[in-house]
């Protein structure tokens, strides 16, 4: 059975940071894809970063420069260090993992961003 557990959410105060964790089990880690998607109230989930099986990294446009995604193959863990939070950053986050054809999700952990 695979399993996606996220950790590291919480309450921040802008300009703040955390770092989120995500470890995988029941399922070959290293050779997949991960990634961090985010969903805030009334919007769609949109994805925020993003690791391949080689390493190599993709982060989106609004978060470019405060966020990084890294991926310890050792421990079937993903990370998502946020630096500089916003208050537009508050959301639901959620690691994926991808297996074609199928993507495993986690179940979410809440991170606000407020004074």
């Known amino acids: 059975q695979v399993q996606l557990v996220e950790s590291g959410g919480g309450l921040v105060q802008p300009g703040g940071s955390l770092t989120l964790s995500c470890a995988a089990s029941?399922?070959?880690?290293?050779?997949?894809?991960m990634s961090w998607y985010r969903q805030a109230p009334g919007k769609q989930r949109e994805l925020v970063a993003g690791?391949?099986?080689?390493?190599?990294?993709y982060v989106a446009d609004s978060v470019k420069g405060r966020f990084t995604i890294s991926r310890d193959n050792a421990r079937n863990t993903v990370y998502l260090q946020m630096n500089n939070l916003k208050p537009e950053d508050t959301a639901v986050y959620y690691c994926?993992?991808?297996?074609?054809?199928?993507?495993?999700w986690g179940q979410g952990t809440q991170v606000t961003v407020s004074s």
């Open positions: 994926k993992l991808r297996s074609p054809p199928y993507d495993y």
């Open positions: 029941g399922i070959s880690f290293s050779g997949n894809n």
């Open positions: 690791v391949t099986s080689g390493g190599t990294t």
